[in-house]
C-alpha cells in the first residue's frame, strides 16, 4: 500500500475510499471477534484441564480405596465409581487432544493482533496516503488471507494439529508487483541504490539460514513433543479404567495400573495442556512464519525493476531495522558480517532478530 511513482494527487476517489471504510469496520468486527473467542478457548483450557484433573486423581484414589476394601457392595461400589470416572477423562481428553484449547486461543491472538496491524495500516492510507482500487483489493484479499489462516469455526475448518511435516504459518496473499504510485516521489531512485539492495538480500540470507531454520527446528521438536503426549494420556486413563475394572481379583497388576496409570495420565497431561505444548508449537511455527513474511517481502521489493514500483528505500530500511528489533547502523553491521561469513565459512553467524 505504500509503493509509488510520481506526483500524488491532493484528492481520492470517495468511492474508494468509503470501501476502505467498510473493510476497515469489517477488520475492526474481526478483531473484537478473536479476541472474544480467544479468552473462551483459553477457558477451555483451564476448565478442560481442571475438570479433567479432578476425574482422574477421584477415579484413581476410588481404585485404591476398592483395593483396601474387603469385598461387598464398598468395593463394588468404588469399582464402578473409578471405572466411570476413567472413561469419563479418557473421553474428554481425547477430545481436548484433538481441538488443542491452547493452540486454538494462540491462533485467535495471533489472529486479533494482525487484523489489528492490518487495521493500523488502512488508518495510515486514508491519513497520508491516495488510495487507489488496487489498494482496496489488497485490504480485501489480505482480510481473506488472515480468515483462512486462522479460522473461528472448528467443525470442517479447523487448521490440523499434528502435520505430518512442519511448515511456517502463512495469513498473507501471494506476493506480486504493484503498479507505481505516490510515495517517495521527492527521492532520487525512490530511496534506493546497489548498497541498499546488496544489504536486502544479505538480510534475507541470515533470515532463511538462522532465523526461520532455527523455529522450524523447535517446531518440529514441539511437535514430536506433542504428538508423545496427546498419545499417552488417553492411553494411561484407559489403562486406569482396566485396571479399576479388575480390582478386588487376584492379580495384583490390576491396582497397580489402576492407581499409577492414574497419577502417570495426570502429570503427562499437566505437562502437555498445563504447559501449554500445542500453544508453544503454534508460537514456533507462527514466528518461522513472521520470517518468511520478511524474505517474502524484501525479494519483492529488491526483484521489482522499476524502483518507483517499490517501498521508498529509507522508509523499508527504518521498517525492517524496527522489525528485528536493531537500529540502522545495526542492521548495516549484520549485512556485513553475514557477507563476511561467506568469505569466511568459520565465522560464526548472528541471528537477525533480536526481538525473539
Not at 50 to 78: F, K, V
Not at 166 to 188: F, I, M, N, S, T
Amino acid at each position: 500500500m505504500e509503493k509509488g511513482s510520481g506526483p500524488k494527487t491532493s484528492s481520492s476517489d470517495p468511492v474508494v475510499v468509503a470501501k476502505l471504510h467498510a473493510i476497515m469496520e469489517a477488520v475492526a468486527d474481526r478483531i473484537e471477534m478473536h479476541n472474544n473467542i480467544g479468552e473462551q478457548r483459553d477457558n477451555w483450557n483451564h476448565l478442560l484441564l481442571s475438570s479433567i484433573h479432578a476425574m482422574t486423581l477421584s477415579a484413581a484414589t476410588m481404585c485404591g480405596l476398592a483395593a483396601a476394601s474387603a469385598s461387598g457392595e464398598p468395593l463394588a461400589g468404588l469399582k464402578v465409581s473409578s471405572t466411570i470416572l476413567y472413561l469419563a477423562a479418557t473421553g474428554m481428553l481425547a477430545i481436548m487432544n484433538k481441538i488443542q484449547p491452547s493452540q486454538l486461543a494462540e491462533e485467535q491472538r495471533n489472529a486479533a493482533r494482525l487484523f489489528k496491524q492490518l487495521h493500523g495500516q488502512i488508518q495510515t492510507l486514508l491519513s497520508v496516503g491516495s488510495p487507489t482500487a488496487s489498494d482496496v483489493n489488497e485490504a480485501t484479499e489480505n482480510v481473506l488471507a488472515l480468515d483462512k489462516a486462522y479460522p473461528l469455526p472448528l467443525l470442517g475448518a479447523m487448521l490440523e494439529r499434528y502435520p505430518s511435516s512442519v511448515e511456517p504459518a502463512v495469513w498473507w496473499p501471494q506476493q506480486r508487483r504493484k503498479q507505481a504510485k505516490g510515495l517517495g516521489r521527492k527521492l532520487e531512485g525512490n530511496g534506493w541504490n546497489r548498497e541498499l539492495e546488496d544489504e536486502m538480500r544479505e538480510i534475507v540470507g541470515v533470515l532463511k539460514r538462522k532465523d526461520k531454520a532455527d523455529y522450524l527446528r523447535l517446531s518440529e521438536k514441539a511437535l514430536k513433543a506433542h504428538k508423545m503426549l496427546a498419545f499417552s494420556g488417553p492411553l494411561l486413563t484407559g489403562l486406569g479404567a482396566l485396571g479399576s475394572a479388575f480390582v478386588g481379583t487376584t492379580n495384583p497388576w490390576a491396582v497397580i495400573l489402576g492407581v499409577a496409570g492414574g497419577a502417570l495420565a495426570a502429570v503427562v497431561n499437566a505437562m502437555e495442556h498445563g504447559g501449554q505444548v500445542g500453544m508453544i508449537f503454534e508460537m514456533y511455527r507462527s514466528n518461522a512464519g513472521f520470517f518468511k513474511l520478511m524474505e517474502e517481502s524484501i525479494e519483492s521489493n529488491i526483484n521489482e525493476t522499476n524502483v518507483w514500483g517499490r517501498e521508498n528505500g529509507q522508509v523499508y530500511e527504518m521498517k525492517v531495522a524496527l522489525q528485528l528489533g536493531r537500529s540502522l547502523s545495526d542492521l548495516k553491521n549484520l549485512a556485513a558480517s553475514s557477507s563476511l561469513r561467506n568469505i569466511e565459512e568459520d565465522t560464526e553467524e548472528e541471528f537477525g532478530s533480536k526481538l525473539f
